[in-house]
């Protein structure tokens, strides 16, 4: 790619876009580093017009988008150069072949007829189409259409990969799949902002997260850096966990079965005594002792709240 | 290279590789959605029924040429006997066969790429509104040309070799190798711009090709209803501009006659050829207000 200025991978400042009777985004600011980044929020909520405004596809109301350094009022184009775009609708011409798409998509990103060729060889093989790179578009799954559709935003090598709800319409196993594949472009030096309200996805892919609600931001942050503690150890000890419900009990900590696995509220270093010598006094087996964290549904439940 | 026996492959992640070579911008995408276009409206790298009614047409709109060479080789040993079944002018306006192709073609590469919505993922490149426009309108406009001017090719090549003297018959003719191709540039952009124009506002291809044939149709129409069938008696009228079928061809009349064809529904209006002029332009500037309007993506 072209020479990139150092800085944060996108910037945005004071950012407002108003809609006749909908303010989509409400002076929104944030700095967001390279990486694999969520940006989560409720349907509604300023995503894909964050999106837009990336993407020079729409003005700001107010305020200005920044997106490796260079400003989207001034340069759209050469915005777009530096980015790939995976809508979250399909966006696919059903009656092309995967090849022919993603390398026609190749040449629009401005490669030269032979090297877009190429590159859609590779980035379908890479997207694990590429037995399937002949076949039209029509007869493809729903799996299919999104790694087709992640092929096309990936054959311009783009610097930062902007992906609207990646995992829509997939089943479980597709699901994994994709965001595997997410996880694989960081990787490749790819930055993504994954535009998501699946908070699941965003905390087993991203490593950071910015938070909209109504076009405010809530939060941003490294995504360990929002997982908070939340005073509960889990531990799995075998099939006698009962016991080890009951000796808790007994010495008046506060301690439950949760689908096999047993919960304890532990305030403090005394506990955790307390907890290791209840184990070693039943003999029993330790498979499993970890602190629970919050769950980024929970982080956003409370902040959008606080927030508003 | 020795077989690799069985047992002994291996399947290798290729990962990612990154891409270093050159890369361009606007003028590079404008030129890649025209190919693009090209190809489509052509059926190239699409099944062969895709194919069948762009090759067919060319055949169609060749066959005049084809026959007035073959009546011309045939009756070449007739002295002072030229037989001529279609005139260079003429040919310019095989204009149905054309409004056919442009009634199937345009709304097809038109209307796919909103029906689609491939556009967001068009304008996610370094593509502006007006150079989908461009790029659009041109690959149009060049297969439209190309189909007007090879069969054109073919009837010059074929007289001048048909002729008594090639060198004569291609000395004798010189003002049609500028005639024929400016004509030729007006009629296909004409066409192309009001068929892409009209495709452009719907994403369904059939009603798209009923409203281009329906444009053509309904202002010939109308235009032959209140011009009347006496006008070469009594003079024509400026109705005749309505109808904007056959309003490049009064264009084209201005480039091989030097005037309007006085068999025109237009014969007999005063300063009939510059009104055709000034009609034919807004006609042009209208249809791209159209479309430089409907693909202005930005602060939709």
Not at chain 1, 232 to 258: C, I, N, Q
Not at chain 1, 274 to 291: C, E, G
Not at chain 2, 80 to 109: M, N
Request: proline fraction near 5%; charged fraction near 20%.
């Amino acid at each position: 790619m072209g020479n990139v200025e150092p800085g944060p991978l996108i910037r945005l400042d004071g950012l407002t876009k108003r809609y006749p009777g909908v303010t989509a985004l409400s002076d929104l600011s944030v700095d967001v580093p390279r990486g694999l980044i969520g940006l989560v929020g409720a349907n509604g909520a300023g995503k894909t017009t964050t999106f837009r405004l990336l993407l020079g596809l729409a003005h700001p109301t107010e305020g200005r988008v920044e997106v490796c350094g260079i400003d989207v009022a001034k340069d759209p184009i050469g915005v777009r150069a530096l980015l790939g775009y995976m809508p979250e609708h399909d966006c696919l011409p059903l009656d092309q072949t995967a090849a022919d798409v993603v390398s026609t998509f190749g040449e629009l990103s401005g490669l030269p007829a032979r090297a877009a060729r190429q590159r859609a060889s590779d980035i379908l093989d890479l997207v694990g189409l590429d037995e399937a790179r002949f076949r039209p578009i029509s007869g493809f799954s729903t799996g299919m259409r999104q790694r087709a559709k992640l092929a096309q935003a990936l054959v311009g090598d783009p610097e930062l990969v902007l992906l609207d709800e990646p995992t829509a319409g997939l089943d479980p196993l597709g699901r994994e799949e994709m965001l595997a594949l997410v996880a694989r472009l960081g990787t490749f030096g790819i930055s993504v902002l994954m535009a998501t309200h699946l908070l699941d996805d965003v905390q087993q892919v991203c490593d950071h997260v910015v938070m909209i609600d109504a076009g405010r931001l809530v939060v941003s942050g490294t995504t360990d850096s929002l997982l908070e503690r939340t005073g509960v150890v889990t531990v799995d000890v075998g099939p006698r966990g009962h016991e080890l419900v009951a000796r808790l009990t007994a010495l008046g900590l506060t301690a439950a079965t949760e689908d096999n696995l047993i919960e304890v509220r532990v305030e403090g270093d005394q506990h955790m005594d307390a907890l290791r010598d209840a184990i070693a006094d039943l003999q029993l087996p330790l498979y499993r002792l970890s602190t629970r964290l919050t769950s980024l549904d929970e982080v956003f439940l409370r902040r959008a709240a606080s927030a508003s | 290279m020795s077989a690799i026996e069985a047992g002994q492959g291996a399947v290798y992640d290729r990962g990612y590789r990154p891409y270093d070579g050159p890369r361009g911008r606007r003028g590079a995408a404008t030129m890649a959605l025209y190919k693009a276009t090209m190809r489509r409206a052509l059926g190239l790298r699409r099944s062969w029924r895709q194919k069948i009614a762009p090759f067919v047409l060319l055949g169609v709109v060749t066959i005049p040429a084809i026959v007035n060479v073959g009546i011309g080789y045939v009756t070449r040993d007739n002295v002072g006997d030229t037989f001529e079944i279609i005139t260079y002018r003429d040919y310019v306006g095989v204009s149905s066969a054309l409004l056919l192709f442009v009634a199937l073609v345009c709304p097809d590469v038109m209307c796919p790429d909103r029906r689609h919505r491939v556009l967001p993922l068009m304008f996610a490149r370094p593509l502006m509104g007006q150079d989908y426009v461009v790029a659009k309108l041109g690959a149009i406009a060049s297969i439209l040309f190309a189909f007007s001017f090879l069969p054109q090719v073919v009837l010059f090549v074929g007289n001048m070799f048909v002729s008594d003297s090639a060198l004569d018959y291609f000395s004798g003719h010189l003002d049609i190798l500028w005639k024929v191709p400016a004509a030729v540039v007006l009629l296909a952009v004409y066409y192309a711009i009001i068929g892409v124009a009209v495709s452009s506002m719907t994403d369904r291809r059939i009603v798209a090709g009923a409203a281009v044939v329906g444009v053509f149709l309904v202002t010939s129409i109308s235009s032959g209803i209140i011009v009347g069938d006496n006008y070469q008696q009594q003079g024509g009228s400026l109705a005749a501009l309505i109808n904007v079928w056959v309003l490049p061809l009064y264009l084209r009349d201005l480039i091989f006659l030097g005037h309007i064809d006085p068999d025109s529904p237009l014969t007999g209006v005063d300063q009939g050829g510059l009104i055709a002029i000034a009609t034919f332009i807004v006609v042009l500037c209208a249809a791209a207000g159209v479309l430089l309007r409907r693909y202005r993506w930005v602060e939709r």
